[in-house]
DNA sequence: TCCCGGTTTAACCATCCGGTTAATCTTTTT
DNA sequence: AAAAAGATTAACCGGATGGTTAAACCGGGA
């Protein structure tokens, strides 16, 4: 039963953990209330995850995976410009509509350590030089204005995380907070967004 | 003399406290890192703000009349829409370039209280409506394309603020963490929004 | 059955931290 | 110059918090 049990109550601390550290950051969050989450004594994280940092930083790891989807398929295959980020910007948005709360929670815990933030990035493989190889053949065939690929790369990243790390605000400011409202319209900006980027940079 | 003095352990309290918040957040900063950072004594901070979050939110209120800047001039001249969205891009990015660390810091607080969230809005008079009529009477008179015009805002202050916020995520993707070709980068942009945005939207 | 390794817990510890208090120093008032 | 009012400080307090320890628990093998 070792297996079992241990897999277990690994899953629970590190689901609990998720939780608790999205919702209040590393800061905010005490190993207590991540104990009483997943049901288990506090001693018991600290013997699975030494302190709370390593705990934190097993999450951050984690919840960075989700956020760098994998677009190298997308990258390499031989699809037209407006296909490929047209897919993307799809994609992307429909993994933050599922996991909402992880923009803010990134780029909250963005600034703590930058050289962790750039060891996480390695490891995870985020290669933006292929995006921008690519952004860069199209310029060059004419299929897309010229400009700075990272420019390019940074307006389609913003438009899609943006309204989500900013949401209580713009919820206020948009829709008196009304969250299926605000949902909606995240929803909608699938296409919205597709239509304004491909609008803006497609040769015709 | 007492006035001059009171107003300047006030300014000096202010000061330091917006160097801590800014840097750590309410959760991770601590009041007497805060007294050391203003040269007083810890009590004083106390005697000034009662408490810690009292100080927080002062802070919080003056900050963020930072990051939403008078439009409303712009707004109501009689300028062409280019010329207006072109000062707005130029206008709002020198200022978060003077204050880079700002958008950070609110998306992270965000989320800490929305009603206070709201409080504040309203009482820096945030007027949406504003600009989102002014937005859709240029649909109609056929200067820029039909849109929801939510969206465009959203899409402005996106491209804006996004670049700021994940200053340390982007300068390690694209610039090897290079600070002066990121803040070069930022520079420039004011000048490849303003394409990017009316290249979409405007209607020649 | 008894022991052994890994797992889980209750109790504990040292430190940190926001906040208070009472005394001192400084300025203003009379 | 004395007293009153205000500003500033040192010392302290109680509770919270991350982390530790030693004992109990539990399943599997001898």
Redesign the pocket.
């Known amino acids: 039963?070792?297996e079992l049990?241990?897999d277990n109550?690994e899953e629970k601390i590190l689901n609990a953990a998720q939780t608790v550290f999205i919702k209040k950051g590393l800061d905010g969050?005490?190993?207590?209330e991540i104990a009483d989450h997943a049901g288990?004594?506090?001693?018991?994280l600290?013997?699975y995850f030494?302190?709370?940092?390593k705990l934190f930083e097993a999450i951050f790891k984690k919840v960075f995976k989700h956020v760098f989807p994998k677009i190298e398929m997308l990258v390499l295959s031989d699809l037209p410009i407006e296909e490929k980020l047209g897919t993307f910007i799809e994609k992307y948005i429909d993994v933050l509509l599922k996991n909402p709360y992880l923009p803010a929670f990134i780029l909250k815990e963005m600034n703590r350590d930058p050289v962790f933030l750039a060891s996480v990035m390695k490891s995870q493989g985020v290669h933006p030089e292929h995006i921008l190889k690519m952004f860069e053949k199209e310029m060059e065939a004419g299929t897309i204005s010229k400009m700075d690929p990272r420019d390019l790369m940074v307006n389609v990243l913003g438009f899609c995380i943006f309204p989500f790390a900013a949401k209580p605000l713009l919820n206020i400011m948009f829709f008196e907070n009304d969250k299926k409202a605000y949902n909606n319209f995240l929803k909608k900006r699938k296409e919205t967004v597709k239509k304004f980027i491909l609008n803006s940079i497609l040769i015709r």
């Open positions: 039963m070792n049990k241990k109550t969050s005490r190993m207590q288990i004594n506090k001693a018991l600290h013997y030494r302190t709370k940092q």
